[in-house]
């Protein structure tokens, strides 16, 4: 039995999630964010941080946090920033449907 040949180019990357990333140290520098303030997805629209209210967004350790900020309704966060913002007194609360943990540093030693 033979089979068609395939063509064309396949889009696979469509189903694939494309996170937003949004930077520690763009939130520090920010004077419109204030200490203990929430951060989450309407607002990081109305600063103009994120595009669209239903895109994914990934917090990234990039600069330094001193500001103790609550993360609301955040998809992905990688360890370095979620380690800056629990030294900083802040927290994270994760969307329990798109989450993905922290992956681990690995560094060769």
């Not at 990081?44 to 330094?64: A, D, P, T």
């Amino acid at each position: 039995m033979r089979l068609p040949k395939l063509r064309g180019f396949k889009r696979y990357f469509k189903f694939l999630k494309h996170y937003e990333a949004v930077n520690l140290g763009h939130l520090e520098a920010d004077e419109r964010i204030k200490a203990g303030a929430t951060v989450d997805k309407a607002m990081l629209v109305q600063h103009g941080y994120l595009r669209k209210r239903s895109s994914f967004i990934k917090i990234l350790g990039r600069g330094k946090l001193t500001k103790s900020l609550k993360f609301t309704d955040v998809d992905a966060v990688s360890a370095s920033a979620l380690t800056q913002i629990e030294s900083a007194g802040g927290s994270v609360a994760r969307n329990p449907e798109t989450m993905q943990e922290p992956k681990p540093h690995n560094k060769k030693q």
